[in-house]
């Protein structure tokens, strides 16, 4: 029997294998970028929960200390002084579980990538 790569079929799965408390974050995380993102797709890459729209938007994943977000570098430097309160990288953002996730914040990224991915598409197109 082959074995699936992606370690989960979809977001409901991965969401599942978590404590109740930290669902509930993912949960709520998710239904922001579904609301920031009409039309976007859901799927499993690298193991992770990631919304696609004319490319890849974010991914997010969940550990022990922090839900991990990453909207790609562009969503992390258009947003950097926001984000400078929270621990992260080049492309991603950590946002500690025991603190309230900054859901006004993710949805404007989000909706950054939209448009974003949107522009690259249409600029792709006319070249």
């Not at 408390?21 to 799927?43: C, D, F, N, S, Y």
């Not at 969940?62 to 080049?90: Q, R």
């Not at 309230?100 to 070249?127: G, Q, Y």
Request: hydrophobic share 40%; aromatic share 12%; charged share 25%.
């Amino acid at each position: 029997m082959e074995q699936n790569k992606t370690g989960y079929h979809n977001i409901d799965e991965y969401i599942s294998t978590f404590p109740k408390e930290v669902q509930v974050l993912l949960k709520k995380l998710r239904r922001t970028i579904k609301a920031a993102a009409p039309g976007a797709k859901e799927r499993i890459s690298y193991r992770m929960p990631a919304f696609w729209l004319k490319g890849n938007l974010v991914y997010f994943a969940a550990f022990k200390h922090h839900i991990g977000f990453y909207p790609t570098s562009s969503g992390i430097s258009a947003f950097k002084k926001e984000l400078s309160v929270y621990k992260g990288s080049k492309g991603s953002v950590q946002f500690p579980i025991d603190k309230p996730l900054p859901l006004a914040l993710i949805s404007k990224i989000v909706k950054f990538r939209v448009s974003e991915n949107k522009t690259k598409r249409f600029l792709a197109k006319s070249s």
